[in-house]
């Protein structure tokens, strides 16, 4: 079972966040501070960091520093601060991913199991279309599908929440996060290639794409 560090110093919203992600199939720890979150981080190696960054001693921006420079833990920062120049400073230092509070929960659990790249359940099931994140399978009718490694990682986003429509920022961001600027078309690109195939496998509608907006995967 994952396991998810939150270091947060509110109350209200780490209890919130730890019943989510544990309903979810997480198992969750809570830091309140700096040094508290350090420590336990050292001692216990979690699959994922929720890094707020008012805490009561001290910058989770320098949090992130030490875990970065000790670690290979990936840290997904949840701020109320949507200031660009802060978010691409982060990203920099090593963040993995920036949401701005407040968001909405099945975004970030989304956000979550594409950084852990596994989900809730093994099997992700859409119509007749499987998905298994640990074997980096995916099938139709028990007959296996081939997709390159970024178009699985954008199937997978989007299987999480059927019929929910993304964004073409939210599926780059999700998918790259800051490696490449989000005005470049490799989100269409990748999402033609997965249309492509599941046509080719007789799936027509699964993928749609609302103009003006972005695409979602039929439930």
Not at 19 to 26: E, F, V
Not at 40 to 57: F, K, M, Q, S, T
Not at 110 to 131: G, H, K, N
Not at 178 to 194: F, G, K, M, Q, Y
Request: net charge negative; aromatic share 6%.
């Amino acid at each position: 079972m994952p396991h998810v560090l939150i270091i947060e110093d509110d109350p209200d919203i780490a209890t919130v966040l730890q019943h989510d992600l544990q309903s979810a199939g997480y198992r969750t720890s809570h830091a309140n501070s700096v040094v508290q979150g350090l420590t336990y981080a050292r001692e216990h190696i979690p699959d994922l960091v929720l890094l707020d960054l008012n805490l009561p001693d001290g910058n989770g921006r320098d949090v992130l520093i030490r875990l970065k420079r000790t670690t290979d833990v990936r840290v997904m920062v949840l701020s109320a601060h949507d200031s660009i120049d802060e978010k691409v400073e982060l990203l920099h230092l090593g963040a993995n991913d920036y949401v701005v509070k407040p968001y909405d929960f099945e975004e970030l659990l989304a956000r979550v199991a594409v950084q852990l790249r596994i989900f809730p359940s093994d099997v992700v099931t859409v119509r007749d279309l499987e998905l298994s994140p640990s074997k980096r399978l995916v099938t139709h009718k028990g007959e296996e599908l081939h997709f390159a490694p970024r178009e699985f990682d954008i199937l997978a986003f989007l299987m999480t929440n059927p019929g929910k429509v993304h964004s073409r920022a939210s599926i780059h961001d999700a998918i790259w996060g800051r490696e490449t600027p989000s005005c470049s078309n490799l989100v269409d690109v990748h999402l033609a290639n997965i249309r492509s195939k599941l046509r080719a496998a007789g799936l027509y509608g699964y993928l749609r794409t609302v103009r003006g907006i972005g695409y979602a995967l039929a439930a």
